[in-house]
């Protein structure tokens, strides 16, 4: 981790647009953090440049899914620490430099919230709680007031900084008199509450909505193979999530007019058999938008083999958590390279969202769960100083590059050590290239579109973001 002031050093820069169709833009990161998201000095396009053996060749003609953003979860840890521990000046800079397109923004378009307690709570609690033996199956009790003193605020401020933001939810648990346990924690969802329990997701919709804050994504259940033992969880196999889409949430949904989107599984690379058994069910496939990912186990590939089997599918990459476990910036950096920015994108993420975006210096708040996780940035709940950490950086090498809408396009998968991925962006043309050298040592290459071309060295553990004014 590295301290750093908020909108100094390595976070500021100046706007990314290329000035010519000749000219080329760089930001280099490096593992010994000598360069940290650092502008270089722009280079040209050389006319006669010969390839060098190693040849990063971009084809904007070929072109694959469509961006919807890159960025973090806004946890009840991290909106707290935001609005609890931070002066308003101080709130207001981080938000626009997470959230911002300007010179010192990275850009995150998108963002995950949960539905009631993660780990990452204070307190474990949903948005309808009722002492044990008690049910309300009108939803009578229903309330997010939980989200107003801190969520709320938050995500209004960065939707007000980018009005494109993407926002989906996760729920970690049905309220506890829903369950078979009658408890967050553990157990699964009691076949006659499948109705309800839809509600209660629709109702959580309509609530923020009403709140101007639209939500375009529900995942199903987060993390639906696993029943966490201090924290809220819930177990749902995939005939019961087949059953839970089909039958209830997928037609609730549409009998309301939401165009809020359903995303299956939720988890690990590891289970891919899970989405695919969900999908082959002909009446929940029907409501099923995409597929959802976290990183904890298994390979990226699994996004390409799910994605191949249903085509007409979106893939997203919901959650992974850096932490303590992975604090050597030459391994960690190259590896969120390889597997969630270069890897899920060219697995056919829409969108790539890490885990917390801010925990504070104690890996907190938290009440249960992970104990060394590390927030995207961590903010000291005594000053309320940001450090920004490995996750800022590896995100931000596409965030700030990539707008929604972009559209990933063709450049090399691996070569010689090196790593690729390419992006053409909607608006104005421009193409951002992504290149990480998880080797040991430097690499020398050409990064060349057409007859364009220039030669470039990028040192060991390191990573650099090119963009240029596109061909027509």
Known sequence: ?????????????????????????????????????????????????????????????????????????????????????????????LLEELFGRGPGGIGFDLTRLTIGASDFSRSHYSYLDLPPGQTDMALKAFS????????????????????????????????????????????????????????????????????????????????????????????????????????????????RGLKTQLIDWDHNWDELKSPLAVLADPVARRYVAGVGWHCYAGDVQAQTVVHEAHPDKDTWFTECSGGEWAPEWHKTLPWMMSNLVIGSTRGWAKGVLMWNMALDENHGPHLGGCKDCRGVVTIDSKTGEVTRNIEYYALGHASKFVRRGAQ?????????????????????????????NGEAQSRRFTVGQGARRLAYTLPKHSVVTFTWAGQP
Request: proline share 7%; aromatic share 6%.
């Open 144 to 255: 997010i007031e939980a989200a107003r003193a801190e969520l709320l605020p938050v995500v209004k401020s960065a939707l007000a900084i980018n009005p494109r933001l993407q926002v989906m939810a996760s729920p970690w648990s049905a309220p506890g008199w829903m369950k078979q346990t009658d408890s967050l924690i553990k157990g699964r969802l009691k076949p006659e509450m499948y109705g309800v329990f839809s509600e209660y997701l629709v109702r959580y919709v309509d609530a923020f909505a009403a709140e101007g804050v639209p939500i375009f994504a529900l995942t199903i259940q987060n993390e639906p193979h696993f029943e966490p033992p201090d924290y809220p969880g819930m177990r749902v196999d995939p005939a019961e999530r087949a059953a839970l889409v089909g039958q209830h949430l997928g037609p609730l949904l549409a009998q």
């Open 1 to 93: 981790m590295l301290a750093v002031c908020i909108g100094a050093g390595a976070a500021a820069g100046v706007a990314q647009a290329a000035p010519d169709a000749g000219s080329v833009s760089s930001w280099q990161t490096r593992a010994d953090r000598s360069r940290l998201l650092a502008r270089e000095p722009d280079r040209r396009f050389k006319p006669g440049q010969k390839a060098l053996p190693l040849h990063i060749e971009v084809d904007s003609s070929q072109r694959f899914q469509t961006m919807e953003g890159f960025g973090a979860s806004l946890t009840d840890a991290s909106v707290w620490l935001m609005q609890q521990r931070m002066s308003e000046s101080q709130r207001k800079a």
């Open 408 to 436: 990933r396009i063709a450049s090399p998968t691996k070569l010689g050590g090196l790593e690729t991925v390419a992006f053409r962006n909607a608006d104005d043309g421009s193409i951002a290239l992504i290149v990480s």
